[in-house]
Each structure stands twice: as C-alpha cells, then as structure tokens.
C-alpha cells in the first residue's frame, strides 16, 4: 500500500528544491505522482513550490478531473498525464524552468551529445518538443513523440519535463539537464565545446546497460551516428555560416521498413515490365 500522506510530503520537498535551485519562480512548475491506475497526486495552481504543505496536493484521475484537494489542481496537468498514458513505467513528473535549459528551450538550440559522460549514462537523448501554447492539449501532445527516447524533454520556449520512477529520480533529470546546459554555455564562452568519439561513447552505452539503465540507442543499426544531434556548434554559428543538419539516425524497425518497401517496388516494377 502507497503511504499517501508521506508521497505528498515528498512532493512538497521535491518543490522546495525546485524553488530553492530558482527552477521555478513565484508560483512557477509542477509536480505529480502516480498513485495507481485510477489516481495522481498533482501540485496546486497558483502557489509557490517552495512553501507548500501536504494538505495542498490534489487528486486527479487520467482525465484530469479533480478528485479531492482544497486548492485547485495545476493547469499543466494534461501535460503530465501524457507521461502516465504514453509511458507505464514512470511513476513521476517534474515541470519546471531551468534557466540554462531554458536558456536552449528560448534560443531554439539543440541539446548536444558527446560531451559529458555523466549525460550520456544518465539523460542520454534530450529532444526539443515543438511550442504550443501551455495548458492546453496541444502543448501536452508536443511531448508524445519523444516519451519513448528520454525521461527528459525541453519544452521550446517554455522549460523542462522530467520524469522517472520516482520522485526522486524524476527531480534529479532536472538538475543534471540544467548544470549541463550551464558547462556548455561556459564552455562556450571560453572558446570551445569538445566532442568525445563515437567509439568513446560506445563505451559508456555499455556501461550504461550494465547498471541498468535503458537508452533508444541500443536499439538503433550498428552504423547509426552516436552523435548525431550534436549541432550545438551549429546553433552557435556565426549569421552568415551555411547552413546543415546532420540526418536522423533510425531505428532497425525503420531500417527494415525501408528494405521492405525498397523490395516491394523492385518486385511491381519487375511486374509491370
């Protein structure tokens, strides 16, 4: 049995750390926790996550819909139920604004690769959703895409998404995406961001699989580019640098659709002759 009392007290020391690191100002952010399959507990609307007390948190069910609290439920609730939908593994989700991972959600940069080990093993792939207006299902939609790549996402124009197992976990994401997000700006300012290899990385893939963790790399071709959305550089590029992106790596799954469609047309063109 869930201790519910105790997961809302976590809540509420997840939220003061949230404000405390200047994740989240004023009445900024939110937070959730899957209780079981009828019931989340969410952060209030209009409250600082710093000073909150368990008697605030609320129950929603998947819907949305209020089921008990004194304080109305968060606005970006619709957000965090797209997690729970998409992905029955979390257990938790943590909305906040970084400033320097919202620094690369404002300026429409990339997160790059290959440049912390402690990323690679512990994030691994940060995707960008699209910007859409917060609160709305279109804006929880934007994340969808990218639930089965990262437990953490940044959202354009707007902060991050982080979730995990617990509490705990899904809180940490955050952190480790905005201390990331502040070397590379430093390194930046300094002159230059340096890539570790594709080999290099490899390596800390499988280090990664011996401790546990799962990343959408192990499940892509032997010659997919470990690196390739590591145009941060690109990002930083001077107005009048040429233009280029590096091209998608796919999946093995799309890999052999492509083989299979590439197969098929060779079969009707041979037919038609």
Same mark, same amino acid.
């Given at each position: 049995?869930?201790?519910?009392? =105790?997961? !809302?007290?976590?809540?509420?020391?997840?939220?003061?750390?949230?404000?405390?690191?200047? +994740?989240?100002?004023?009445?900024?952010?939110?937070? /959730?926790?899957?209780?079981?399959?009828?019931?989340?507990?969410? %952060?209030?609307?209009?409250?600082? !996550?710093?000073?909150?007390?368990?008697?605030?948190?609320? !129950?929603?069910?998947?819907?949305?819909?209020?089921?008990?609290?004194?304080?109305?439920?968060?606005?970006?609730?619709?957000?965090?139920?797209?997690?729970? !939908?998409?992905?029955?593994?979390?257990? &938790?989700?943590?909305?906040?604004? #970084? #400033?320097?991972?919202?620094?690369?959600?404002?300026?429409?940069?990339?997160?790059?690769?290959?440049?912390?080990?402690?990323?690679?093993?512990?994030?691994?792939?940060?995707? %960008?959703?699209?910007?859409? %207006?917060?609160?709305?299902?279109?804006? &929880?939609?934007?994340?969808?895409?990218?639930?089965?790549?990262?437990?953490?996402?940044?959202?354009?124009?707007?902060?991050?998404?982080? +979730?995990?197992?617990?509490?705990? =976990?899904?809180?940490?994401?955050?952190?480790?995406?905005?201390?990331?997000?502040?070397?590379?700006?430093?390194?930046?300012?300094?002159?230059?961001?340096?890539? +570790?290899?594709?080999?290099?990385?490899?390596?800390?893939?499988?280090?990664?699989?011996?401790?546990?963790?799962?990343?959408?790399?192990?499940?892509?071709?032997?010659?997919?580019?470990?690196?390739?959305?590591?145009?941060?550089?690109?990002?930083?590029?001077?107005?009048?640098? #040429?233009?280029?992106?590096?091209?998608?790596?796919?999946?093995?799954?799309?890999?052999?659709?492509?083989?299979?469609?590439?197969?098929?047309?060779?079969?009707?063109? /041979?037919?038609?002759?």
């Amino acid at each position: 049995m869930v201790n519910e009392y =105790k997961i !809302k007290e976590e809540i509420c020391e997840i939220g003061r750390r949230v404000y405390a690191r200047g +994740f989240a100002a004023a009445n900024d952010g939110n937070i /959730s926790y899957r209780l079981n399959d009828r019931e989340i507990l969410c %952060t209030p609307t209009m409250i600082s !996550k710093g000073f909150m007390k368990p008697e605030d948190i609320c !129950k929603v069910d998947y819907e949305g819909n209020q089921l008990a609290g004194r304080r109305k439920r968060s606005s970006e609730i619709l957000l965090h139920l797209a997690v729970y !939908k998409h992905r029955p593994d979390v257990k &938790a989700v943590v909305h906040c604004h #970084p #400033p320097h991972a919202t620094a690369f959600a404002v300026a429409g940069i990339p997160i790059p690769q290959c440049v912390l080990p402690e990323v690679e093993v512990f994030l691994g792939e940060v995707p %960008t959703a699209v910007y859409e %207006t917060p609160g709305t299902q279109k804006f &929880a939609d934007t994340i969808v895409p990218h639930l089965k790549a990262s437990n953490t996402i940044i959202l354009a124009n707007h902060g991050t998404v982080t +979730f995990g197992p617990d509490l705990e =976990k899904a809180y940490w994401n955050s952190e480790i995406i905005d201390a990331y997000c502040r070397i590379l700006i430093l390194a930046h300012q300094l002159g230059n961001v340096n890539y +570790f290899s594709p080999d290099k990385t490899r390596e800390l893939l499988d280090l990664k699989k011996r401790l546990g963790y799962d990343d959408i790399r192990f499940y892509r071709g032997q010659n997919c580019d470990l690196c390739a959305n590591s145009d941060f550089g690109r990002g930083y590029r001077e107005p009048d640098a #040429p233009e280029g992106s590096p091209e998608e790596c796919s999946t093995e799954d799309d890999e052999f659709e492509r083989l299979v469609q590439t197969v098929t047309d060779q079969v009707m063109a /041979s037919l038609g002759q």
